[in-house]
C-alpha cells in the first residue's frame, strides 16, 4: 500500500476484535469484508464473510478439544478462507492475526491469498498479550486509518472506566478468582485475562498471564481452592457456556469445590466478552467485579443477562 494514498478505503477484517475496534472507530463504511464470527456491533452481520469454520457442528467440549488438537498436529486450519471473494473485495487493508491458530485464521493463509490481490494490500498482524497491548492496537489501528483522535478518545474513555472500576474495588477484600476458558480438559486464562481480574478486584489463579491458556488438572484446582469461579469458554455464547457448566455438575470434581459449594461460580458469554481482545475487555471486567462482589456494577446493569450463577 502506497503510504501517499492516504488512509484506507477497503478494510477486510480477519478478527471479531478487530472488527469491534474499527467500529468502534467511526470505520464501518470502510470495512469491505469480516469472518463468519464477526456479530458485533451487529451491522457488522451485513458485511461480506470471507471465512468458514471446520469445527463440528454441536460438539461437545471435550469432541471441540480433540478436533482442535488433531488439526494442529496436522498442521491443517481450522478455517477456511475465500480466496476468490478477497481478491473480488480489492482490500487496501487487511488486518488478521498471529496469535492463536485456533482463534482464527491463520496468518500463512492470509498471506499466500494477498499474494494475489492487485494493489500490495498493507496486511497488519494483531498480537495483544495484556489489556495495554490491546489499548495499544487500538491506538495503532487509529494510526493506520487516519482515526488518531477517535482511537486516543477511545483508550481514554475505556481508560476512564477502569479507573472508576478500580476505585469501586479498591478497599475490597480479593477473591482468589479462577477463569477457565475451556471446561473438557479444564483450562485457565491466558494472555490478557489476569489483567481483567485485578482490574475487577480479585487475583487470578492458575493463570498464566501473557502467554497461552494451559491445561488444568482437577486436583489442582482444588489444591488452589479458589474463592469464585468463572466460566467463559472460548468461542461459547451464554447458552452454550450455561450447557458446558451443565456437564460439570455430575461430576464430584466440580461439585466439591469450595466456590461452587458457596454458590460463587458463574457462566459468562467468553466470545463476547473474554476471548476477543477490544474494547468489551472492560465490560469483561465489570462483569467479574459484579460476580466477585455480589453487585450489579457498569456492563452487568445495562446487559444483566451476561452474567449468571451456575
Known sequence: MNASAGPPQRIVSLLPSATEILFALGLGERI???????????????????????????????????????????GSSLYALDAALLEHLAPDLIVTQELCAVCAVS????????????????????EPSSLED?????????????????????????????????????????PRALILEWTDPPMSGGHWTSDIVACAGGDAVLAN???????????????????????????????????????????????????????RSYAVDGNAYLNR???????????FASAFFGEGYGAALTDPEALRRV
Open 32 to 74: 469491505v469484508g469480516v469472518t463468519h464470527e464477526c456479530d458485533f456491533p451487529p451491522q457488522a452481520r451485513t458485511k461480506p464473510q470471507l471465512t468458514a469454520s471446520s469445527l463440528p457442528a454441536a460438539a461437545s467440549s471435550a469432541e471441540i478439544d480433540r478436533h482442535v488438537r488433531a488439526s494442529v498436529h496436522a
Open 277 to 287: 481482545p477490544g474494547p468489551r475487555l472492560v465490560d469483561t471486567a465489570e462483569l
Open 209 to 263: 498471564p501473557g502467554a497461552d491458556s494451559v491445561v488444568l488438572r482437577w486436583a489442582d484446582i482444588a489444591a488452589a481452592d479458589p474463592d469464585a469461579i468463572i466460566v467463559a469458554p472460548c468461542g461459547y455464547d451464554l447458552a452454550a457456556t450455561i450447557r458446558a457448566v451443565t456437564g460439570l455438575q455430575d461430576s464430584d470434581s466440580w461439585r466439591t469445590l469450595r466456590a461452587v459449594q458457596a454458590y
Open 134 to 174: 490491546v489499548f495499544a492496537n487500538i491506538r495503532a489501528l487509529g494510526e493506520l486509518t487516519g482515526t488518531e483522535r477517535e482511537a486516543l478518545a477511545l483508550v481514554a474513555a475505556l481508560q476512564s472506566r477502569l479507573d472508576a472500576l478500580r476505585a469501586y474495588v479498591a478497599n475490597r477484600p480479593h
Open 107 to 126: 496468518y500463512e493463509i492470509v498471506a499466500r491469498a494477498a499474494k494475489r490481490l492487485h494493489g500490495d494490500p498493507r496486511i497488519i498482524s494483531l
